[in-house]
């Protein structure tokens, strides 16, 4: 039997090499950073309907419970009307944090960031999405469906997901975001 810390390295010894070189394989086993008791809320517009439910399948499929705010087709619709609830949900602590999809993400971001306890950053590469929860303390992420990957979104969500913010000197400057 063999125990671990989630977030610790092991190393394992392979009898048969996997490649030719080399013969050790890392794994790093992924920490959930947010309180898994509670649902992840999403939400999209027209732009992001389809990411929003492939994420939404793959999600719970991974044994997450999922909030869906919407929208639930590719007709044209207003982002802020899904923003909003998504946002709401996150900030009364219905949900552990929150994903947004739009065109640009744009639209999605600014609507989510006019709630007081929201910190939605808008990313697009794995790193901005590491670096939103590292120094932002973001609770929100939101995504441009128009451009990046689907495979790329995913990317970023688990790494959003694992995350953990870094507090230090960032959160003198976190405590500074809200208007007083």
Request: hydrophobic share 40%; glycine share 8%.
């Amino acid at each position: 039997m063999l125990s671990l810390f989630e977030g610790e390295p092991l190393t394992l010894f392979l009898a048969e090499p996997v490649s030719a070189n080399p013969q050790f394989l890392n794994i790093t086993i992924m920490s959930f950073v947010f309180e898994k008791s509670k649902p992840i809320a999403i939400g999209a517009d027209h732009a992001g309907v389809d990411y929003k439910d492939e994420v939404k399948k793959w999600l719970e499929s991974s044994g997450y419970q999922v909030k869906d705010f919407g929208t639930y087709n590719a007709d044209s619709v207003d982002y802020p009307d899904f923003a909003h609830p998504t946002a709401n949900s996150v900030e009364t602590g219905e949900a552990s944090f929150g994903i947004l999809f739009c065109g640009s993400a744009n639209g999605v971001a600014m609507t989510a960031n006019k709630h007081e306890g929201i910190r939605a950053g808008l990313c697009w590469l794995t790193e901005v999405a590491e670096l939103t929860r590292l120094h932002n303390d973001a609770n929100m992420i939101c995504i441009p469906a128009r451009f990046v990957s689907l495979a790329a979104a995913k990317e970023m969500i688990e790494k959003f997901m694992t995350t953990a913010f870094e507090g230090g000197r960032h959160q003198n400057r976190v405590n500074k975001i809200t208007c007083a």
